[in-house]
């Protein structure tokens, strides 16, 4: 039942999707959803927790496998990009209608953002190895990345390796000038007057 209206509010958006869709696609009466979940809100809720514990812990397992914290962040990038290009349906749901429906939806998305940038701020501050800007830096990478999944997997087409190694090296760039201890401010860049 869950598959299905997984499948059913991704390619639909919630506002189109029905209970009526989403009990047949799942092969059961609409009023067994019913006695499931008793409405369209909390089935959409529930849709939206469970797919965001199955991102995270893809991603979480892909990052505390241990490693240098460049490897761990291109392996969690990998395995973000992944996931979100084998489950467009889940991505949709997470990436998509879920902020566009507002509360209570929006909290429910943010709160498995907030867990990704949590994650990326520890490797952050690995990498840094010194003082910066960490959940600065991790927000900046989890919008990157948020974005760069909704491209790759709409009218760019990319694979995840691409998308992961593209967002790598833009980030990896910044951060190694954190690691060399240089100032990242871009008034003090080369090409600054």
Known sequence: MMD???LTFGR????????????????????????????KEELFTACIRREAEALLAVVASAVEGGGAAQDRLRAGLLA????????????????????????????????MRA??????????????????????LAQALVGAAESLANWANGEGAVAPRQ???????LVWTGLGALTAGMDADLSKSPAAP
């Open 80 to 111: 973000f990009f992944s996931y979100t290009a084998e489950h467009p349906d889940a991505w949709a749901v997470l990436g998509r209608q879920a902020r566009a429906q507002g509360e209570p939806f929006a909290t429910q998305a943010e709160r």
């Open 4 to 6: 299905a209206a997984v």
């Open 115 to 136: 867990e990704v940038a949590a994650y990326v701020a520890r490797l952050v501050r690995a990498a840094a190895q010194g003082p910066c800007d960490a959940e600065g």
């Open 12 to 39: 639909r958006g919630y506002q189109a999707a029905s209970m009526d869709d989403i009990a047949e696609l799942a092969g059961v009466s609409k009023p067994l959803v019913y006695l499931y979940l008793r409405s």
């Open 163 to 169: 998308a992961a190694e593209t967002l790598m090296t």
